[in-house]
T-cell receptor
Framework: DGGITQSPKYLFRKEGQNVTLSCEQN?????MYWYRQDPGQGLRLIYY???????QKGDIAEGYSVSREKKESFPLTVTSAQKNPTAFYLC???????????FGPGTRLTVT | AQSVAQPEDQVNVAEGNPLTVKCTYS??????LFWYVQYPNRGLQFLLK??????LVKGSYGFEAEFNKSQTSFHLKKPSALVSDSALYFC??????????FGAGTRLFVKA
């Protein structure tokens, strides 16, 4: 069963703590992405990676970090520097020949 | 600036009636255009895309979209709406490399 998995589905953290969101894909896609979704704002790109060991900042990278040590994995760390981390986070992947992106089920992060 | 606009926050339609969800874009060069659908607390699902060729594109679940270069639009349509079509719809445009920008989303409500 191919696809993208994100874990956990819901995550709760105290302010000041770093937290890492998992994203794994078995689609053999080269490119992976992290988006943040807030009500009424659509999706905003945090980071993306075209190949292993390489990634670029998106539009709202401040307070976030990523790694891409394996093709199938692209974890996102939300650091304590992120001023408003409560949001729905979506991971996606794509292959160049198709252009469209395939999304995971998302992680809802709540920071109090 | 390159952008995607979905002018309607919500579209209401009766079951069995045709539906249209509007999208306009502003990008340089030839656009790669997409529609995605999101059900509550889920990731986005790809519906259809326009890359080149016929201006009328057919996609999943009976949806289609018409690319209009002169009006820079890519409206999503379906001849007969179902209650199960009720969801959040996103228009997106790929602007360079692997980067895609998304509209703010339009909530479709189909009444039985």
């Amino acid at each position: 069963d191919g696809g993208i998995t994100q874990s956990p589905k819901y995550l709760f953290r105290k302010e000041g703590q770093n937290v890492t969101l998992s994203c794994e894909q078995n689609l053999n896609h080269d490119a992976m992405y992290w988006y943040r979704q807030d009500p009424g704002q659509g999706l905003r790109l945090i980071y993306y990676s075209q190949i292993v060991n390489d990634f670029q900042k998106g539009d709202i990278a401040e307070g976030y970090s990523v790694s891409r040590e394996k093709k199938e994995s692209f974890p996102l760390t939300v650091t304590s520097a992120q001023k408003n981390p409560t949001a729905f986070y979506l991971c996606a992947s794509s292959v160049e020949r198709d252009y469209e992106q395939y999304f995971g089920p998302g992680t809802r992060l709540t920071v109090t | 600036a390159q952008s995607v606009a979905q002018p309607e926050d919500q579209v209401n339609v009766a079951e069995g009636n045709p539906l249209t969800v509007k999208c306009t874009y502003s990008v340089s060069g030839n656009p790669y255009l997409f529609w995605y659908v999101q059900y509550p607390n889920r990731g986005l699902q790809f519906l259809l895309k326009y890359i080149t060729g016929d201006n009328l594109v057919k996609g999943s679940y009976g949806f289609e979209a018409e690319f209009n270069k002169s009006q820079t639009s890519f409206h999503l349509k379906k001849p007969s709406a179902l209650v199960s079509d009720s969801a959040l719809y996103f228009c997106a445009v790929r602007i360079r490399g692997f980067k895609t920008i998304f509209g703010a989303g339009t909530r479709l409500f189909v009444k039985a």
